[in-house]
């Protein structure tokens, strides 16, 4: 339960910050359609200290598995957004989990939205900034 109050008051908070037309558009949405997940979009900072408070969120990279070898968030689960079977494995995990998603810079991720949302994820906190905020941050790297 903490963690979804944590979800809810980031995703508050950034909708109050930037109006973000895609998370806007999440609210709404969520308001008429319950299934709808929630997301929130976040920089390293952000993202760093959410995974400190819930510790339970499942990092998905989206990034090619050449990327993702050269270095990664510790315990990140690779889904290439490229790859033909990407909705199919993010099909195949559990949707009530709160993600944490991100490519190198938030291209791909942001592009990878949509498909969290077809496929009625309950909570998924995007990395905009991506993978090169998180390291150049100084937040840990694992290859």
Request: net charge negative; charged share 20%; aromatic share 8%.
């Amino acid at each position: 339960m903490k963690l979804l109050q944590f979800t809810a008051f980031l995703f508050a908070v950034s909708l109050a910050a930037c109006g973000n037309p895609h998370t806007a558009t999440a609210e709404k949405s969520q308001a008429e359609t319950p299934e709808v997940y929630p997301s929130v979009e976040v920089d390293a900072g952000a993202a760093a200290a959410m995974m400190k408070e819930a510790p339970e969120i499942v990092v998905i990279d989206v990034r090619t598995p050449d990327e993702f070898a050269v270095g990664h968030i510790k315990g990140a689960k690779n889904i290439d957004f490229t790859a033909a079977d990407f909705e199919v494995k993010l099909s195949e995990l559990d949707r009530g989990v709160t993600y944490l998603m991100h490519c190198q810079s938030g291209g791909r991720s942001g592009n990878a939205m949509p498909v969290f949302e077809k496929l009625k994820f309950e909570s998924v906190i995007h990395l905009n900034t991506g993978f090169l905020d998180w390291a150049d941050s100084g937040q840990p790297v694992e290859k």
